[in-house]
């Protein structure tokens, strides 16, 4: 259901203005309005701006302000919906058993060679029913809108098979139905090598080319195709090819890139053109250079790092190398079981040397960019959807400062009260 919504009285509107990514320094300018107002109609953003203003235009009689709900947010701040641009949120059983083994010192590179890790949740995945993923999906999208995220991309690639690659797309897209989060899908195929083809990865590149990418194109499955391009998972060539293949069918490319190891994934990403490349753990300067040039979206993800006890990626570097930089959970069951908002917010102000309002940019407008959809949503433009959230405080400065809690008070999706932390009865 779309609706008309004002906001009115904002203490800060962070209106994060923009279509497009921002790059570099660009990303610190959150185009504050001061006692701010919204107008929401049929869910679609239709005035922006100081809130004595919006309401005068509510004068003339075919602009009734009855039509509308009305929020009072004296005393918040009101930002745009936040994007987690890198998910796998759909998944079958957990491996909370290796957690603890890393703690001991093996490493996630180790455990899924010997056949755990992604391997594992593949198992979990072929053997879960369609009911059950839904079901569990709808409870971690529940959980990421109390945080304030109104779109998320999720991936397949816990099937690497036709079967259940296709049941974990369909699923998403059932999920987009059901839940008031937009859910952008994501053919992650080429994740890990299967059992089956152990030894074989060229393979199971072809099989994925020739059996899995046609029938996900004709189903409308996903909008982008992504890789784990890897070592001694999938190499640059691999990667290349599989994914100019996908491009070439219409899907959009991110890859999985310079996670654990250099390979060179960051210049891939610039060279066939990418949306994003994410990870980057590891990218060389060059790589971090050549995507700033290319335009693709530098998608960081400090959860992993933390999880991993690895470096985290140069954040600092790469905006001041003029890239434009996102920031996501990368939740999946393996090496970031969390959707926290508030934990990326404090690892990537409090380690990262990102400043808060570079922070806020790479989680609305640039993630928006990291999914092709910087047009529709990630900002409080006049035409873009009426995805909002208001904070607890009247400043978007709380949200690291309150570090590790979710300032996130009430959510709303394209003008529907979607979440209301109030509601609490105690
Ligand atoms: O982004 N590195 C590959 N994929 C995921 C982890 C998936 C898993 O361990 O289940 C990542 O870190
Ligand atoms: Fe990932």
Redesign the pocket.
């Known amino acids: 259901m779309r609706e008309n919504l004002i906001i009115k009285n904002a203490a800060q509107l962070v209106t994060c203005s923009g279509f497009k990514a921002k790059q570099g320094k660009e990303m610190s300018n959150l185009h504050v309005i001061e006692n701010g107002a919204l107008v929401i109609e049929n869910g679609t953003i239709r005035s922006v701006g100081k809130t004595n203003d919006i309401l005068k235009g509510f004068n003339d009689k075919d602009y009734k302000i009855s039509k509308f709900n009305v929020i009072d947010a004296a005393g918040k701040a009101v930002l745009p919906g936040f994007v987690d641009s890198?998910t796998?949120f759909v998944?079958g059983g957990y491996?909370a058993e290796?957690f603890s083994w890393r703690l001991r010192g093996d490493s996630?590179m180790d455990i899924?060679e010997r056949g755990g890790?992604?391997l594992s949740?593949v198992k979990a995945t072929r053997a879960a029913k369609k009911e059950t993923l839904i079901k569990t999906g709808i409870k971690r999208l529940n959980s990421m809108l109390s945080f304030g995220v109104t779109t998320v991309e999720g991936?397949s690639?816990?099937g690497l098979d036709l079967k259940t690659e296709i049941k974990q797309l369909e699923v998403m897209k059932e999920l987009n139905r059901r839940h008031p989060i937009d859910v952008v899908s994501t053919f992650?195929g080429a994740?890990?090598l299967p059992e089956e083809y152990k030894g074989r990865a060229d393979a199971f590149i072809d099989d994925i080319i020739d059996n899995m990418l046609p029938v996900v194109i004709d189903g409308n499955l996903a909008e982008f195709c992504d890789v784990?391009c890897?070592k001694n998972?999938f190499s640059v060539e691999q990667s290349r090819r599989l994914l100019l293949k996908a491009k070439e069918n219409g899907l959009k490319i991110k890859i999985?890139a310079d996670?654990?190891e250099r390979l060179g994934g960051a210049e891939l990403a610039a060279e066939i053109g990418a949306v994003s490349a994410?990870?980057l753990l590891q990218a060389s300067d060059k790589g971090i250079n050549s995507i700033a040039k290319a335009g693709v979206v530098a998608t960081l993800?400090p959860g992993?790092a933390f999880c991993?006890k690895e470096p985290y990626a140069k954040g600092r570097y790469m905006i001041d190398n003029n890239c434009a930089v996102a920031l996501a959970s990368?939740l999946?069951?393996?090496?970031?079981f969390s959707e926290s908002i508030p934990l990326i917010f404090a690892l990537a102000t409090l380690y990262m040397n990102i400043d808060t309002e570079e922070a806020i940019t790479a989680l609305t407008i640039n993630g928006a960019a990291a999914l092709g959809r910087a047009d529709i949503i990630g900002s409080l433009d006049i035409g873009k959807y009426g995805d909002v959230i208001i904070l607890k405080y009247p400043s978007y400065q709380f949200i690291p400062y309150h570090v590790g809690i979710s300032t996130v008070e009430k959510v709303i999706k394209r003008g529907r009260l979607v979440f209301d932390g109030l509601l609490s009865k105690f």
């Open positions: 890198h796998h998944f491996r290796e996630y899924l890790g992604i949740t991936k690639g816990y992650l994740h890990a784990f890897e998972v999985h996670e654990i994410d990870h993800l992993t991993l990368d999946n069951p393996g090496s970031c």
